[in-house]
């Protein structure tokens, strides 16, 4: 199969065109540009199947993904940072509503100062709103993830949000093999969720309810959540039949002997695992499902090898309480008799993840006990 | 309006909806969902029929309602659009139904956008001219003189009402038109025009309501006849954002705007000179309104109905 | 969570059901009903009729429905529809828009369809009374009606060959077909009612013959008498009184008419017997001539206007002083008149003023009254009631139908003994035009009447009336008014008592005084 050198947004994008998307509504933002342009260009060569609208604002953008997911209709938006920031209500609204939307962002520091640079909070700050969340390493993970996410979200009828790194990964274009239209329609197949808006069925869908009906609601989106690592699962083993590859919620690459493993998601994962030859001791877990976060998988790993140190790399910062990663970390591991100490690499504002500060966070443990922080800078 | 078909059956309202006694909003959707149903698909947005609407396992209408959060009305309306329509619903009417809130204010962002994108629903505002359900504040859509909760007495609204029909005229837009529950034939018109034609097409009604403005339950008609008759809220139409036509002229000696506003409550702060300047500003309006429906009455004006 | 709990929590959340499960109807602190206030029509009827009822009742072409309506109070709407002088017209409301309803045509449908539509009763064994009805006129038909649909034996005596009283010998033909009032006859027939004529009280019937044997016996021999003035000359050959003239016309008799003709007189007889002069052949020439002013007259105006129209000459304001005629033939050539007017003090005649009218007939119209002679002495103990013009004096074919009615009540409740329903009378103000809210009736075209009679209803306001105009089911923001039984009727389920409908009510039947 040819491989297309193409960036991570435009990996989004032939993902989205693949899927058979029936409408895209988005709005441009740094860094995720690219993919409203791919998907334009597509529309221009008549090459994308649904319509594409090009709306005021975010907000708007999903807001009319919504009015069209009601329908049936299988739908797509991307942004990034403030863009996701802006949508806040909405995304709410979305996995209340059992909405099966894949959205991508694209990493990007939220402001004040204005920062381009690659800050993982702003998909991260979302991360209560009831959406499944998966990180992707590369432009390939980003192109089979994106396909795969339309399977994994009608099926649970749970938003899906799929996260890169804006620059590292949007920007930079690597090989990536894209199948062609029939097989990843094969793949994917027609949307076969229940259209809630059926016209001549009376429904007042999503009207006022008590709390005594959210708690039943928060209760089954909960448990539907819960599902998801193992129907991701089953959605890889399809794909892995017919195109070779698969992904894991959380995959461990740990030696023999590795007592610290550094725990990354997106674009530092594959740093880490370019680099990993050159850290003696040391493993990688790459963690791609965040939500719902794989506790039971972290710690299954935690303990098969023994780990005494985990390194987590966060490209984001919980002000006043140190990187998400960590603190989602620490909460898996609290029922692990021998607990890893945690060191928390905080990676905040996108600099680059360098062989040198690895080499650095192997070398020196935390300072103080269980709970440092490590600033990336510091570890030049 | 002829009074024909008298069944429940013609109806797409339920009775039993969680509307105040006298409510000019439960009006406006019976007169909409009449004209228009029954194949319709109704987004409602942050308003006081998101409770109207009653609280789900009931539904006030035999149509499908979906409810949408405040500021998303015009961007949900062009989305269940296109959804339907991908799912070969074309003739499927959708339907947004607003409040001033969701339309002059907090929403107005998504209608521009929407009635710039000529997306292809109709939107209809049913204007309270106040955040009503939330306890009757200030929106952009109060009336100058009127008070509210955030402008209690001694206080009251200053600015002007926002004239949102020369907002949607700017946009172009294929259709818009005021309509007033004291005449349901003109509305009922108006909205089998509307459906008939393709792309945004903007709706206002003005809905009295008596817990807000301070009037009886049983004035609602009363007054919306009043606002028309003291050309306060004229009826009438904008074809493809520059042909306006009027669809009513009040008889000969129109009423005076005091007799409006010491029907309601809300206005009871109001000083005489505060309602001569009100008056002044209504009868400036109405002849600019009169200017661009142009030079006579006759011409632009086909008989005029009740 | 087991499936079928967690589907259960969709579809709850979902909302398939309808509102109308909510019985809203508890909100209320009020309930609006429906009332029926007094209409002018209603309330200036001489019969009290129901007007807009039966007006409703046409318009939905329920006739059945309006027959039974009118008959409460008016057994003859073909007849009243000829010859009523139709006040309740004078001031529907609907004259302040366009034209006031056409009452009289409206009626007479209602009788057409009572005529095509009558059958005889099936009585039982068991009759009830006798009752015996002296004088066949409306006053006596009507009183014989009541009491037949109630299943007494009634017997009617008529002193003439014909039976109707003035009905067929007052009233002329162009005013009251004979076919109609045949009609009208025959079904009485058929109800049971038995006619026996020739027979006059006083001469070939005695009171207390009648009173042994029957139960009871009402009275309606009208007035006939002419009020007799002492007018020079009016013994002389070619003068008829204005009763006499037109039973003559009537029955097919030829008056000896000669021409012209002067017919002195302001009442109805005066100018129907002036028009009737006009009809006959050889007569060219007719005068009314009226004592006192046009707008003093008391005839019926669209009946002298016609006299007009149809040439008949009208003088007023002239007292006959003399009759002259031929000292040998006998025959009269012409009629002295003073002027005369009236004053504060009553009628003023100017012997100084006289001027002379020639003419070969004179038709005196001057009044008639009731002939009290023939009921010779009167006991206290004997079952007797009386009614019409016997009792009142020269009045109306549409009081007397009353008078009938009300004569037969009492008549079943002594026979019956229980207490006679009350007389009853309006103390309310009927509805004024400036009450109603015509403005919410937007449904509602100027024009003039409609020939078609369910259409001509139609254009009824129904002042006070609920005549489901649909106002109230168009402005309810409940949907709680339901078209129930050929009516609106309010849901009290979900009424929430707003009152938009009281308010907005065309015809101010509506209200909230009630409680819930």
Known sequence: MPYELISGCQAAALAVQRAGVELVAAYPITPQTAIVETLASFEARGELKGEFVSVESEYSALSCCNGAVAAGARVFTATSSHGLAYMHEMIQWCSGARFPIVMVNVNRTVGAPWVLDPDQGDSLSQRDTGWLQIYCANAQEVFDIVLQSFVLAEELLLPTMVVFDGFYISHTYEPVDVPELEQSCEFVGPPKFKPQVAPGEQANLHGLSSGETQLQLVRKRHEDMLKAPATFSAINEKFNRLFGRSYEALEAVIPDGARTAFLAAGSTAETVRWFLPELKGCGLIQLRMFRPFPAEELARVVEKHDLERLVIIDRNCSTGTGGYFAQEAKAALYGVDRRPVVQDLVLAGGIDLTVDILAHAAEKGPESGLTAIQWGVDLR | ?306 | MSAKTEQAVFEYARGYQPSSLNKTGGWRVAAPEKIQRLSPCRSDCLLHSDVPDWMEAVKGERWEEAWQIMSRTNPFPSLTGHVCFSPCMENCNRGRLDQELDVPAVERAIGQWRFDHYEPPERGEEAKGPVAVVGSGPAGLSCAYYLAVEGYRVTVFERSYTVGGMLALGIPEYRLPREVLDRELSILEEEGIKFVTNRTLGKDLQLPELTGEFEEVFLATGAWLPRVEKLPGMDKKGVFHALDFLSMVNTRQHPELKDPVVVIGGGNAAVDSARCALRLNGINHVSLVYRRSRAEMPAYSPEVEAAEREGVELIFNANPGLIEADDGTGQITGVVFNYSKTNREGLVVDKSRSFNKNCGSVILALGQEADHSVFGRLEQKMPLFAGGDLVTGPATVTEAIRAGRLGAQGIMARIENRAAPDLYGFSEQPVAFEELNLIARTDLELKDRHADPALEAARCLGCGTCNSCGVCYLFCPDLAVDWINNSFELDLDYCKGCGICVVECPARALTLEGGC
């Open chain 2, 1 to 306: 309006m002829k009074v024909t078909g008298y069944s429940m059956e013609n109806e797409m309202m339920y009775s039993g909806h969680n509307a105040c006694p006298g409510c000019g909003g439960a009006l406006t959707v019976r007169y909409l969902t009449r004209a228009l149903g029954p194949n319709l698909a109704l987004a409602i947005t942050a308003s006081c029929w998101s409770i109207i609407a009653g609280a789900p396992p009931l539904t006030a209408l035999k149509c499908p309602i979906l409810h949408c959060p405040f500021p998303s009305a015009g961007a949900v309306g062009g989305g269940l659009r296109r959804g339907l329509n991908a799912k070969g619903h074309y003739d499927t009417t959708v339907v947004v139904l607003a409040g001033d809130g969701g339309t002059f204010d907090i929403g107005l962002q998504a209608l521009s956008g929407a009635a710039q994108r000529n997306e292809d629903y109709i939107f209809i505002c049913y204007d309270n001219e106040a955040y009503m359900n939330t306890g009757m504040q200030t929106s952009s859509a109060t009336p100058f003189g009127a008070r509210t909760s955030t402008r209690p007495y001694p206080l009251f609204k200053h600015g002007q009402k926002k004239d949102i029909m020369r907002i949607m005229a700017a946009h172009g837009i294929p259709y818009a038109a005021t309509a007033s529950l004291a005449f349901p034939q003109d509305m009922e018109n108006k909205l089998r025009k509307a459906q008939e034609m393709k792309g945004f097409r903007f709706m206002h009604v003005l809905s009295p309501c008596p817990p807000g403005w301070g009037t009886e339950s049983s004035d609602t008609i009363h007054l919306s006849r009043l606002a028309v008759s003291t050309n306060f809220y004229p009826l009438f139409e904008i074809i493809g954002g520059n042909k306006w036509r009027m669809t009513y002229y009040p008889e000969k000696t129109r009423t005076p705007l005091k007799e409006y506003l010491e029907a309601q409550r809300r206005f009871r702060q109001v000083d005489e000179t505060t309602i001569e300047a009100l008056q002044e500003e209504v009868d400036h309006d109405w002849e600019g309104l009169l200017k661009r429906v142009g030079t006579s009455p006759e011409e632009t004006q086909e008989a005029p109905e009740k």
